[in-house]
């Protein structure tokens, strides 16, 4: 009696608890919303949507680019576009760190949008916003999951090399390392494991899994590696910029098969294979490996919470004329 009256008022605590946290949270994104420009750019996310489709009919991998283009935006200083920003005298932006120099790609696509956008709504959509619905749009055109995309986000005037370095996780990461780096973007192991998903497709340079096959390491499926092995030669042979799919089944659909791949030590890039090589997150790989619905649901939801880190709103930042420069 009780121990049951006991538990009943700690869940009413916990209850109360909740209310006041949802509150507070509902207080600090009160500006994103998905329907920020039904009024003063109706036609704004379909003008979106069109120019997406058109530059992933053209190439498909612009799919995955686009995806990844919001993700290393929202990991530094939040989904604020400063990952567009060409750099200036006075900073040195994101585009030349370790994590981005040399394969973050799809700026041309987004400029393209941005000037279809301003000339129907001038000075109104921002370009944080533009990478998340483009990203949002990659993923529905190449069969991948959709959600609904917050809107109101507000453009940097600043970024940093130094925070892009920091905060974009590295090929090499341990579990640990990315769990912690995930985290600390309020991100759980859940999220990671989904988000990580979005490595059914696109690219990535021998440079960044080389070691993975030549290190002797055994988490390695043996035929998978002879195959790699033949276009990314060990170091000093040259050969870092070959491309290998992350997904090698089929690298330009959403699917998952990245999950179906982990099982047999497939993955392509280290911080793919640590997600299966008994570690905590071996069951989630094992459950979206069989559960294609649960990973598209997962994926949807943590896109979304990606999409809510830090945003500028109000009157903080500015909506840029161009993507690649502030006003
Ligand atoms: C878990 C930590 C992650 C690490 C260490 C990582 C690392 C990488 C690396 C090394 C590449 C290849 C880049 C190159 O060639 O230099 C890559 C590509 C890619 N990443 Fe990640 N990634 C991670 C998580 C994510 C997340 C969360 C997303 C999206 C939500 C994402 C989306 C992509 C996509 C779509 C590509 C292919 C891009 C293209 O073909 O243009 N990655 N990632
Ligand atoms: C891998 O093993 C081979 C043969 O046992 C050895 O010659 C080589 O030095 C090892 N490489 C590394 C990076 O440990
Ligand atoms: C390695 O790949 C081969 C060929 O695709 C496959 O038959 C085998 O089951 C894989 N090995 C492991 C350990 O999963």
């Not at 799919?245 to 959403?254: A, E, I, M, R």
């Not at 982990?262 to 094992?286: A, E, I, M, P, R």
């Amino acid at each position: 009696m009780i121990s049951s009256k006991i538990s009943s008022n700690l869940s009413l605590a916990c209850f109360v608890a909740t209310i006041l946290l949802l509150a507070s949270n509902m207080h600090c994104q009160a500006h994103l919303s998905s329907t920020f420009y039904a009024k003063t750019c109706p036609t704004g996310l379909s003008t979106i949507k069109s120019a997406v489709n058109a530059a992933i009919s053209r190439e498909k991998r612009m799919a995955a680019s686009l995806i990844r283009l919001h993700f290393h935006d929202c990991f530094v200083q939040g989904c604020d576009a400063s990952l567009l920003l060409d750099d200036t005298s006075s900073f040195t932006g994101e585009k030349t760190a370790l994590q981005n120099f040399g394969s973050v790609r799809g700026f041309s696509v987004i400029d393209d949008v941005k000037s279809k956008v301003e000339k129907i709504c001038p000075g109104v959509i921002s370009c944080a916003d533009i990478l998340a619905v483009a990203a949002r749009d990659a993923s529905v055109a190449v069969s991948g999951p959709t959600w609904t995309v917050k809107l109101g986000r507000r453009d940097s005037t600043s970024a940093s090399k130094d925070l892009a370095e920091a905060n974009l996780p590295l090929f090499f990461a341990s579990l640990d390392t990315l769990i912690t780096g995930f985290g600390n973007k309020g991100l759980s192991e859940r999220d990671m494991v989904a988000l990580s998903g979005s490595h059914t497709l696109g690219q990535a340079r021998c440079v960044t899994f080389r070691d993975r096959l030549y290190n002797n390491n055994t988490n390695i499926n043996a035929s998978f590696r002879t195959t790699r092995r033949r276009r990314c030669p060990d170091i000093g042979a040259g050969g870092d910029d070959n491309l290998a799919p992350l997904d090698l089944v089929t690298p330009n659909s959403f699917d998952n098969n990245y999950y179906k791949n982990l099982l047999q030590k497939k993955g392509l890039v280290s911080s793919d294979q640590v997600l299966f090589s008994g570690g905590s997150t071996d069951s989630l790989v094992t459950e979206y490996s069989k559960n294609r619905n649960l990973f598209y649901s997962d994926f949807a939801a943590a896109m979304i919470k990606m999409g809510d880190i830090e945003p500028l709103t109000g009157s903080s930042g500015q909506i840029r004329k161009f993507c690649n420069v502030a006003n």
